[in-house]
């Protein structure tokens, strides 16, 4: 399991199964814009387990609130859930396991700047298929814990199909903030980072951050790719 931690992706994995579509992308969402946790002092006091169930019931709670549900209210919906997972997430890991070993050669200021483009990529990505959501029940089914790592293992179900859906966590002063979420035995963060590597490798990483500024990369993070 240190493996599983410890390293910065599995990149033998990197496709999301084709099947997994806007039954389940509400949560999806939550898990890629990726907080789970609370803050303070009550935060400490929560298990890795606890602290993902309780931003999930806040989320779905936002999500099944009938006024929010209106069309002209949808991107208050959104700002609701974004404000919900802001101060709950490891950006900075999450980003920097996505770019990988070229984030060992950045500056400071660099990776603030790479580190607000990849938030930027979440937000595109994820927040027009939020919308979908159509209810599925959350199962918890394990907890594995190793120093100030863990993983939750949970399951997404509905009528049709029913999706997994691990949460990587680290704890930092006290809080569990997720850094990965493992989809189908995929990670979302490996998927990421294969498709950066593909573009810096045709265009550099100048050609990465131009891309993310002009807001043309589309990663294409719930289809099956191949790895570069």
């Known amino acids: 399991m240190g493996q599983i931690f410890h390293n910065a ?15 389940w992308i509400a949560m999806a969402s939550a898990a890629a814009l990726l907080a789970l946790t609370a803050t303070g002092a ?15 019931t806040e989320v779905v709670h936002i999500l099944d609130n009938a006024e929010l549900n209106q069309p002209d209210r949808a991107v208050e919906r ?11 997430v490891s950006y900075e890991e999450m980003a ?14 660099e990776r603030q700047e790479f580190v607000s483009l990849f938030v930027q ?13 159509t209810g599925e029940q959350v199962f918890y ?7 100030q790592f863990a993983e939750v293992k949970t399951k997404l179900a509905d009528q049709k199909t029913d999706t997994l ?12 903030l997720v850094y990965d979420v493992v989809i189908d035995g995929v990670s979302v963060t490996g998927n990421y980072h294969a498709q950066f590597t593909s573009i ?8 990465l951050v131009n891309r993310m500024k002009e807001k043309t990369l589309i990663v294409k993070a719930f289809e099956t790719t191949t790895a570069p």
């Open 42 to 56: 009550a935060a400490a006091e929560m298990t890795p387990t606890e602290a993902v169930k309780s931003t999930i």
């Open 78 to 88: 959104r700002q609701r859930i974004e404000q919900v997972v802001r101060d709950r």
């Open 141 to 147: 089914l394990s907890e594995q814990l190793e120093d």
């Open 200 to 207: 810096i490798r045709d265009l550099s990483y100048e050609g």
């Open 9 to 23: 992706v599995n990149q033998s994995s990197i496709g999301l199964k084709q099947r997994i579509g806007s039954s």
């Open 96 to 109: 920097k396991r996505a770019l990988g070993v070229p984030w060992m050669e950045l500056t400071d200021s």
């Open 121 to 133: 990529l979440l937000r595109d990505t994820f927040a027009s298929r939020i919308d979908a959501y």
């Open 165 to 176: 859906l691990d949460f990587r966590l680290a704890n930092r002063l006290g809080n569990w």
